[in-house]
């Protein structure tokens, strides 16, 4: 508005504005008392627009011309008095109205006075057009401020990471909006006095320790206030190191469901009190941040809940894993070692029975032995011994000629020769993986071809298990009741933060696709080489 209005400012209408503070120098005091008395008698505006209408009559700027005033602080009186009067909720068209009174005012002076200068007239009717433009210009400027204010609360909202940064902007946008100079916001738990969330910004704003806040002064804090450095109420200013820096201080309550659950409070080095528009605009930005923080409170507490959940899930996992290996041990240690001790008493015992009582104990001894054949294939599926002790290629290569010996299917490995160790828990569901997709298609693919692509990066491990068997429908499958092969394949994934992706649809067969992350991968061989060794 400045760069667009100073065109206006020129010999013509500083000649007419300084003709008028000369010949009614003496008179400009009484006509601003009249001026002010109409506006009163008006009854339509208070005593802030009073002052701010005053400070921008055609007598206002014939005055600060006789003080040789330059145009340029004219037109920053007029930009200040029209941001003023938006912020008082006086339209640009109210303000011309009763700028209107003053020209009625003005005019008995002027029949009274000298001849008019020829530039007068001219120079008065260009000065309300510039006023005018300047109410306009500043009237929408505060709108503009308004909608931006509420556009960064809202971007502060999307782009926070947590709830304390989330709190944090938007204390710094509301301390920038309302000009103060330091801001403290405290959130109540449960409506008491206790402090479950706060933000600071300026002076002192990183020591700031909240109190606990007693009954008495939750009920003061319940309203909105303006408070002075060393007024009674100053003892409501919860950062007393804030209280001791600023003049004065806004102090703005946040209510939910009816009970006070939070304050902001800004401070000024000034004795600045607000504006009704600053004021409108300070409480519906409060709610807003209320109601952002307790969004945000609410995803923190179900993340929170989310990882306990996937804490137990892994947790589970593991005890699952380790219960495998203690009964594959005891497997080993009692029942296959009893077995085996059968089957060598039974060989003994054998040789000393007659011949016609040797043919029973020979069948005897065979159902040993497929017994002890049968245990020792639960051991190596309960926990392998060669994924422990090799890793993961060479037990897969087990795992799949063991499957060949069981089921008619033409398995082809595509896996690299050399893989290295990866982390336990990579290899170990891997290995899961493989097993679950065998134990699916010898049960219900029906397939005769069966490829398993696996290799690895420095940053991910990824595996591919695709037949051309019968195939099925994903999404039924999926949300089956009591069939926790699939769910249980992708929770698994999941721990270790992967992807798995299904495709298959009846009679064209079923890819099994899996990507896991190998972060930390040195660290975690490190470790896992020392846990070993431990064993």
């Given amino acids: 508005m400045v760069a667009g209005a100073e065109g206006f400012f020129n010999a013509e209408l500083v000649g007419g504005l300084a003709w008028l503070g000369e010949v009614l120098e003496p008179h400009f005091p009484r ?9 009163r008698r008006a009854g339509s505006y208070d005593a802030k627009q009073i002052k701010a209408l005053s400070a921008i009559t055609v007598g206002a700027a014939a005055r600060m011309i006789r003080e040789n005033a330059p145009p340029e602080a004219l037109l920053e009186q007029i930009n200040y008095s029209g941001r003023r009067l938006a912020k008082l909720n006086l339209s640009p068209r109210q303000a011309l109205e009763a700028l209107k009174i003053y020209d009625a005012v003005l005019e008995p002076a002027l029949r009274k006075a000298p001849p008019a200068d020829p530039r007068f007239a001219a120079a008065r009717e260009r000065y309300s057009f ?4 300047g109410l306009n210009n500043a009237f929408h400027l505060v709108q503009r401020a308004e909608a931006d204010a509420y556009y960064q609360l809202f971007q502060a909202e999307l782009e926070a990471k947590n709830l304390d940064e989330l709190l944090l902007q938007f204390l710094n946008n509301l301390t920038s909006v309302c000009q103060a100079q330091a801001g403290r916001l405290l959130l109540f738990r449960d409506g008491g006095g206790t402090c479950w969330a706060k933000a600071a910004t300026g002076e002192c704003g990183g020591d ?28 409501l200013i919860l950062d007393k190191a804030m209280a001791r820096l600023h003049r004065s201080f806004w102090s703005v309550p946040l209510f939910a469901r009816g009970s006070l659950a939070g304050v902001i409070q800004l401070g000024f080095s000034t004795e600045r009190s607000w504006l009704p528009r600053e004021l409108h605009l300070l409480n519906g930005a409060v709610q807003q941040c209320l109601q952002a923080a307790e969004k945000a409170r609410l995803v923190q507490d179900l993340g929170a809940r989310e990882e306990q959940i996937r804490q137990l899930s892994e947790h589970m996992w593991q005890v699952e894993e380790e219960e495998r290996r203690r009964i594959s041990r005891e497997l080993h240690d009692e029942a296959g070692q009893s077995l085996l001790f059968i089957r060598l008493q039974l060989e003994m015992l054998e040789r000393t029975l007659p011949d016609e009582a040797r043919g029973r104990l020979a069948e005897i001894r065979d159902v040993t032995e ?3 054949v049968e245990i020792r294939r639960i051991i190596a599926a309960l926990s392998p011994s060669v994924l ?3 890793g993961l290629v060479p037990a897969l290569r087990q795992l799949t ?5 069981m089921h008619p299917v033409r398995v082809r490995l595509h896996m690299p020769l050399k893989l290295g160790r990866l982390p336990r828990e990579a290899e170990i569901i891997t290995y899961r993986l493989v097993q679950e997709c065998y134990n699916n298609i010898a049960k219900h693919s029906a397939a005769s071809t069966v490829n398993i692509y696996l290799r690895s990066t420095d940053r991910y491990l990824e595996l591919r298990v695709e037949d051309d068997g019968v195939g099925f429908e994903v999404d039924s499958a999926l949300k089956k009741r009591n069939s926790f092969g699939l769910s249980g394949m992708r929770e698994r994934v999941t721990l270790l933060g992967g992807t798995l992706e299904i495709q298959s649809s009846k009679a064209r067969g079923t890819a099994v696709k899996v990507s896991l992350p190998l ?4 660290e975690t061989r490190a470790k896992d080489a020392s846990a070993r060794t431990r064993t």
């Fill in 130 to 133: 510039c006023v005018a433009l």
């Fill in 31 to 39: 006509l601003e008392q009249q001026y002010r008395l109409r506006l």
């Fill in 401 to 405: 000629a063991r499957f060949r010996r």
């Fill in 370 to 372: 497929r017994t002890i």
């Fill in 208 to 235: 700031w320790q909240p109190p606990h806040v007693p009954r008495r002064q939750l009920e003061q804090l319940s309203r909105t206030r303006y408070i002075r450095q060393g007024e009674r109420a100053e003892s």
């Fill in 519 to 522: 972060t930390g991968r040195r």
């Fill in 388 to 390: 422990e002790q090799l």
